[in-house]
C-alpha cells in the first residue's frame, strides 16, 4: 500500500467537540497508527483473523482438511515498548499528560454483554482497561491508560499485554478482532 486515505464523519452530526474526539477522531487516529506500524514493521500489532496462520486439526496423510487451528496458540497480546518515552522531548512532558490508548475493535458472538481488560505479561489487570459491550458487529472502542513505574500501569519498559474477556451474560461470547497500544499527550 503506497496510500490512505481517511475519512472523517461531519462534526456538526455529534452533540460536543469532545464527544466527536472521543467517539470518532480518536479510534480514526487509533487505527491509522496500528495501521501505519504494521506496515514499517509486520507484526508489531495484533493481526487480522484473516492474516492468522492456520492448521488443520486432524491432518490425515493424503486426505484435505480443513484449516481450522490457529498455529500460534498463544493469547491475543500486543508487545508495547514502554521505553520508547525516553525518546520525547522533555518540553512536551513538561507542558502535556503521556498516557497510553488503548484501542480494540471487539464484538458479542451470541447475544448479551460481554467485558475485556487488558493485563500485562504478570496477568496483572491494568487500571481502566476494563470495558463492557454488547454490539453484535465489530466495534472500536477506545481507552486513556496510565503510564509509569506503579502496580498496573503500563510500564515504561518493553512488555507484553493480553487481552482478556468474559461473558457478562448467559451465551455472550467476547471477540476481539485486534488491538493496539499507542502514547497520547493530554
Known sequence: MSGVKVELANPNAYASTREYIEQHLAPAVAELHRITNELI?????????????MVPSNATIGA?????????QSPKHVVFDGAAYKSIPTELLRSKQLKVQLSAVVY????????FRLVDDHRQAVIGSAFRTEAASPTTITCQLPFGDAANCVAPKQRKYIMQGRG???????????????????
Request: aromatic share 10%; proline share 6%.
Open 41 to 53: 514493521a509486520p507484526g508489531a500489532t495484533s493481526v487480522e483473523e484473516w492474516e492468522v496462520d
Open 64 to 72: 484435505f482438511s480443513p484449516l481450522d487451528t490457529r498455529l500460534d
Open 108 to 115: 458479542v458472538k451470541g447475544s448479551g454483554e460481554v467485558e
Open 168 to 186: 457478562v451474560d448467559l451465551g455472550a461470547i467476547p471477540v476481539c478482532r485486534r488491538f493496539s497500544m499507542s502514547f497520547v499527550y493530554i
